[in-house]
């Protein structure tokens, strides 16, 4: 069975700080990956989604960037974090062949 | 474009109540929709999604929707509360021919013993 794992769980970083969060999906291959954020009090923000290995769509214009170097893993990085960048951070997965999207357990991400 | 709009950020049942939570959508095209549910600092896990198939959609933990074209609403509901209900639920609709998915801003049911 397909299996998403995130980490690191919990983030606290000084403003200026880069970012480096990192996804991984096991049990399965060509996966489209998924990064999102729910802000407090706010629902969820599609952020990047990639269909392939090095390719990468950008939802909003933002201080982040999504990669993907292998078929299976996304990373989610920032060179400067704002306090702004703060949230929860979840990345997501689906196959073309499943009409659903699996989401793993979230990063808190804490910018002081 | 497609969109959903949850209405209510939060809902207050007894245990044993009905829970009526609601979503209304906005498509050009035929949607896929979807509830989920986040328990506090978790992720998110699907509860059930509508496909085209039956518009009764049956999910997890005794929920069901109903897909109501006429009314472009698809809302969440389950016949008896339980404590361990309490926890925030997004509705979401595809978009991009499947490629994205999009939230509602979520309802936070709380259950009152």
């Known amino acids: 069975s397909q299996t998403i794992h995130q980490w690191p769980a919990t983030l606290v970083q000084p403003v200026g700080s880069p970012l480096s969060l990192e996804c991984t999906v096991e049990?399965?291959?060509?996966?489209?990956l998924y990064w999102y954020r729910q802000a407090a009090g706010r629902g969820l923000q599609l952020l990047f989604y990639s269909v392939g290995i090095g390719q990468i769509s950008s939802e909003v214009p933002q201080n982040l960037s999504a990669s993907r170097p292998q078929d299976r893993q996304f990373i989610l990085s920032s060179k400067k974090l704002l306090l702004s960048d703060s949230g929860f951070y979840l990345c997501?997965?689906?196959?073309?062949?499943?009409?659903?999207?699996?989401f793993g357990e979230g990063s808190w991400l804490t910018v002081v | 474009a497609q969109s959903v709009t949850q209405l209510g950020s939060h809902v207050s049942v007894s245990e044993g109540a009905l829970v009526l939570l609601r979503c209304n959508y906005s498509s050009s095209v035929p949607p896929y929709l979807f509830w989920y549910v986040q328990y506090p600092n978790q992720g998110l896990q699907l509860l059930l999604k509508y496909t085209s198939a039956a518009t009764l959609v049956k999910g997890i933990n005794g929920f069901e929707a109903e897909f109501k074209k006429s009314e472009t609403s698809f809302h969440l509901t389950k016949p008896s509360a339980h404590m361990s209900d309490a926890a925030e639920y997004f509705c979401?609709?595809?978009?991009?021919?499947?490629?994205?998915?999009?939230f509602g801003t979520g309802t936070r049911l709380l259950v009152s013993p």
């Open positions: 049990g399965t291959s060509n996966p489209n």
């Open positions: 979401a609709v595809t978009l991009g021919g499947f490629q994205k998915l999009v």
């Open positions: 997501a997965w689906r196959l073309d062949s499943l009409n659903t999207i699996y």
